[in-house]
């Protein structure tokens, strides 16, 4: 059974930081990423680790500020946001499972968790 469920949202001031936590029962055998969808604009790509961790892929937007790691132990997968901006402010989905290829932002998962708020004044 595959589930995905995302927490550590909020409201954060810019300059500030987040961590999110995705628990993922059922995906340490899988690529795991970070989505996020901000009102009126369209889903993009923020991150993705490879299934043992160790190779990550970042869009260019976050690289240097955002970091993506697993503990595949625990089944989570995290995403460390440091120095947030006002347009970090989105729904952030953790996603995964067969097929998703890490290294490619153009890549679909197959499964999504729920989503978490994140919203970063200025």
């Known amino acids: 059974q595959v589930h995905l469920v995302e927490s550590g949202g909020g409201l954060v001031q810019a300059g500030g930081s987040l961590r999110l936590s995705c628990a993922a029962s059922?995906?340490?055998?899988?690529?795991m990423g970070w989505f996020r969808q901000a009102p009126g604009r369209e889903r993009e790509f923020v991150a993705a680790i490879r299934p043992s961790g160790g190779s990550t892929y970042y869009a260019e937007s976050v690289k240097g500020r955002f970091t993506i790691s697993r503990d595949n132990a625990k089944n989570t997968v995290y995403l460390q946001m440091n120095s947030l901006k006002p347009d970090d402010t989105a729904v952030y989905y953790c996603?995964?499972?067969?097929?998703?290829?890490?290294?490619?932002?153009?890549?679909?998962?197959?499964?999504w968790g729920q989503g978490t708020q994140v919203t970063v004044s200025s």
């Open positions: 996603a995964g499972g067969p097929g998703y290829v890490y290294y490619s932002g153009a890549s679909n998962p197959p499964y």
């Open positions: 059922g995906f340490n055998s899988y690529a």
